[in-house]
């Protein structure tokens, strides 16, 4: 299966972005600068666990979209400069397998790191509070997958597109370069509002928030993108000459 031979040669760097977010994340609820995560009467001290949710929100998000880079630039599209495409399509297998299989592959692994390393994160929060935490906290999965995915799919298509891993990255890397300054410089200067794949990370507030309203849109709305990108790069890989 294409899957696992993914898995295989990559696996070292997708473990790497595990332990290093995983380790992190054991010690993110000692950040709280009044101390460790405590309680007061009948519930934990909302700013101790909104420093939580703020530092892996923000390191989480970093180590995710490195991870979607160069998870990415190992796709399909690499097969090209790696010289094993045309082996690969010998086989009895359709270009849409190719490209699905490496795709499902590579956000497997995106979903695994971040959602083990929240958990872990969560269990260290608990044996502080020494008490059972509330259970929308697992919820900042979501957005944090939803960038992941859609970083690692926009680099699944540029490696795709320009037959190449370091190129793709490369690519990637400017593209989203000008999705952090120009949503903010256009509404600030024409007052026009322009969408930020960074955006689903607002969706994290509601695991921490009483108050607040799961943005189902702007999840949805970036889980579509994620999902376009692959299907984009079968369209290319469909027409592409070995």
């Known amino acids: 299966m294409y899957a696992w031979k993914w898995w295989r040669e990559h696996r070292g760097r997708a ?4 332990i290093i977010l995983s380790a992190f994340a054991a010690f993110i609820p000692w950040l709280n600068p009044a101390g460790p995560p405590h309680f007061a009467g009948q519930g934990y001290v909302p700013g ?5 949710r703020i ?20 796709g399909v599209g690499d097969e090209f400069s790696q010289g094993t495409l045309g082996f690969l399509l010998a086989q009895p297998r359709s270009r849409k397998y190719f490209v699905w299989a490496g795709w499902l592959a590579g956000a497997s ?9 929240v958990l872990i994160s969560l ?20 957005p944090l997958f939803v960038l992941g995915a859609v970083v690692y ?5 540029m490696t795709a597109l320009t037959k190449n891993g370091r190129n793709g990255m490369s690519y990637s890397l400017g593209v ?5 300054p120009l949503p903010w ?17 607002e969706a994290s507030k509601w695991a921490t928030s009483q108050s607040a309203h799961f943005p189902f849109v702007a999840i949805i709305g970036w889980g579509l993108v994620a999902l376009a990108f692959p299907l984009a790069t079968q369209f290319l890989f469909e027409r592409a000459e070995v």
């Open 15 to 18: 473990i790497t972005y595990l």
């Open 48 to 52: 101790a666990v909104e420093t939580w």
């Open 55 to 74: 530092a892996l929100v923000v390191f989480g998000s970093i180590v995710l979209v490195i991870a979607g880079l160069g998870l990415g630039a190992s």
């Open 109 to 117: 692994a995106v979903l695994m790191i971040i959602g083990l390393a």
């Open 123 to 142: 269990a260290s929060l608990a044996v502080l509070t020494k008490t059972a935490l509330g259970w929308k906290l697992p919820t900042i999965i979501v």
């Open 153 to 157: 799919g926009l680099t699944f298509f």
């Open 176 to 180: 989203l370069a000008i999705s952090l």
């Open 185 to 201: 410089a256009l509404e600030t200067e024409a007052k026009v509002s322009v969408p930020s794949p960074f955006d689903v990370l």
